[in-house]
């Protein structure tokens, strides 16, 4: 049985591009639950934070430790727009709350929830306020720092 060497060398170049494309689709999956887990993780650390009583100092210290650790996956897999969103919101303390840096945060999850969720919807600012801060309106636009 003689096989046509194009017929062979076709099916060779399309094996090889099926396995580059492949371990690229895995590749890019995985990326993309490393920074999905990286923006919840984060966002997980900073509610239970803001609910912890003085008296859970340990707890606190485990929830801080949780929220550094996100930060760092953050700065290795986020995006460039969430890294300078995250950057904004600590350089405005990361103090919950405070209104300025409740817009920044609100601004940080916007970003992380298009980035985890594309072809969504925008979540509207007045949501993210009244789900996350108990507030429906935005604070009056005060001078920058």
Known sequence: MHLDVGVVVSLLVGAGLQYIFSRLMERRK?????????YVD?????AQVGVLSEAGQERRRECLATII???????VYGSFAVL???AEFERRGSNL???RTQEAFIRLCQLMRRE????QHEAEPDWMRMVLFNRSEAPPELPPR
Not at 30 to 38: C, D, E, P, T, V
Not at 42 to 46: A, D, H, I, M
Not at 69 to 75: C, L, T
């Open 30 to 38: 995985q990326l993309s639950s490393l920074r999905s887990q990286a």
């Open 69 to 75: 650790d996100a930060k760092a996956r953050i700065a």
């Open 84 to 86: 300078g969103a995250l």
């Open 116 to 119: 985890i969720l594309p072809g």
């Open 42 to 46: 984060f966002l997980k650390g900073c």
């Open 97 to 99: 709350s405070d209104a």
